[in-house]
């Protein structure tokens, strides 16, 4: 059992049951709307080191609301995580908890149009078979953008989202930020780029196919210190890899990202500017098989010599305990937070 809070009356709890491939988030007390609901499933399914090269995903959950026809920011909520095999085009029927209907089905489908046409179907008749009156079919999960992600106009493509104080989003990230460094935390933004976000899923597909049976994409959340003057750049264009050198290439001519916060807090990575403010980003990096790092490569070895062009997906300072990661595609690293310091 984790506490997040813990001491205070506001609690988010939760409760982790490994062997049987289940868990619990219980919220008490707390304002919760659909972003960070969200952001909630999300970390709780880092929390339990989830990987998807064995099993396919499912999110069955159910909340209790204090009220339905009240504020409904505001409830009492237990979401239930089930890992099982979930083949494209099943259905898996789950209870409904105290939502004004019957039950919830879950489909697994894709953009696959021949796909979705047989599954809408399938729902038709199942919910025939059941004595249901109705069905309500949304797209939920149908983009490629985050969920908790805040809503942008059409014409916008980018933008900057200050992470309030309180918020669980908030924490999560200053949390893993403070595991390793001591400087304090003074603004947490979310970094909301589509075109940016479009190629890095791009990429993530590619590399999860290409590494179906050797662990997936390993997307993992790492670190990156950076200039004010860098920073926009950063924000607009993404890492360029094209300025590889500026602070080292002892492993390779790429993007460099620290496993922990402390390293890239250095002066050196994150140059203080006038008022002493630095900046961070916790990017989201897809790391797939790597290799270990050297001085002067441009791009990752050859995973077989009979095979030269196919390569590790990036490199590592020390292959048994990486603290560092180099990656040489720009698409493979997005950068997720900016975090300013002191």
Known sequence: MNHAGEGKSDLITFYEIHQGKTAKILISNVKVNYQMFTFLVKCLLIRMNTCLKCVKLVLFFAAIFKSLTSDLDEFIMQVYVYLIDLNRGDIFVSQSGLFPC????????????????????????????SGFESVAIPAICAGIFPLYWDSMTPNE??????????????????????????????????????HLRRAYEAQKKHIAHKNAKLGGAGEKTLFHGTTHENCDSIMKTGFNRRFAGQNATAYGEGTYFAVNASYSA????????????????????????????????????????????????SVVDNLNNPNMYVVFHDDQAYPDYLITFK
């Open 157 to 194: 493509s980018i933008t900057a989202v200050p992470l309030k104080q309180s918020s669980a989003e908030y924490k999560v990230v200053k949390e893993a930020f403070k595991r390793t460094s001591k400087q304090t935390v003074k603004k947490i933004e979310r970094l909301q780029n589509i």
């Open 266 to 313: 250095q002066s050196t990575y994150s140059k203080p500017d006038a008022d002493g403010s630095q900046l961070m980003f916790a990017a989201l990096v897809l790391t797939g098989v790597y290799d270990q790092g050297q001085s002067g490569i441009k791009v990752p070895p050859p995973r077989n010599a009979q095979q030269p062009h196919e390569r590790y997906d």
């Open 102 to 129: 019957k039950a919830f089905f879950h489909v697994c489908g894709e953009k696959d149009s021949n796909l979705i046409e047989k599954l809408v179907g399938n729902i038709i008749n199942q919910c025939e078979n």
